[in-house]
């Protein structure tokens, strides 16, 4: 296995270490979460990279790739969720296209055929990363900061989650638009897939 594979299992493996993490109520645990999360996202770049400069762009890197950004993202926001820091809808609609895109695309592979990442598909991954990573920030500063007496308002703000709300929005109908977009580009294929 070369290193952009195993890059791209690490992220995988790296998903349910972050979510223990993060669900431990300790700062150094959430501390642990948010490095764990941004390595596991960087992996992200790196497989890339060594893949294309090394000339080892493989089958199982082109399917793996995406389905371990969708693992680790919707780690990161079923935990959110489960701490009170996102919309449980939201996240529902961002998991199920995530899920319903990936089962395309292993129906069509099945039939032997790929159905690569589009450019924007990139840039709807990086968006969810930089929510989350944000996020998770926020949630340890206030894990750290709080129990040493800085109750600041944005801690406790309803504008926070709003701010959030806002983050998660926006990342949502990206989400939503390149599952569309995916679906609308692939019809063809799609067709031949559902047979």
């Given at each position: 296995m070369n290193l952009p594979n195993k890059l791209t299992i690490a992220r995988i493996a790296l998903s349910p270490v972050f979510m223990a993490l993060i669900l431990i109520d300790d700062t150094r645990?959430?501390?642990?979460?948010?490095?764990?999360f941004v390595i596991a996202a960087l992996t992200d770049l790196g497989d890339?990279?060594?893949a294309r400069r090394s000339g080892r762009i493989t089958g199982f890197g082109k399917?793996?790739?995406p389905l371990a950004d969708k693992i680790l993202a919707s780690t990161a926001l079923i935990s959110l969720v489960a701490l009170g820091y996102v919309?449980?809808?939201?996240?529902?609609?961002?998991?199920?296209?995530?899920?319903?895109?990936?089962?395309?695309?292993?129906?069509?592979?099945?039939?032997?055929?790929?159905?690569?990442?589009?450019?924007?598909?990139r840039i709807k991954t990086v968006l969810q990363m930089l929510t989350i990573s944000v996020i998770l920030l926020f949630v340890y500063?206030?894990?750290?900061l709080v129990p040493l007496g800085y109750h600041w308002v944005i801690f406790e703000s309803q504008r926070t989650i709003l701010v959030f709300d806002v983050m998660m929005g926006i990342t949502m109908v990206v989400t939503v638009a390149t599952g569309v977009d995916y679906?609308?580009?692939?019809?063809?294929?799609?067709k031949n897939v559902i047979r």
């Open positions: 645990a959430k501390l642990a979460s948010l490095v764990v890339g990279y060594f399917f793996m790739d919309r449980g809808w939201m996240v529902i609609v961002i998991v199920g296209r995530e899920f319903l895109i990936t089962g395309v695309r292993s129906m069509a592979a099945y039939r032997g055929m790929l159905i690569v990442p589009s450019f924007w598909a500063l206030k894990a750290m679906l609308v580009r692939h019809a063809a294929l799609l």
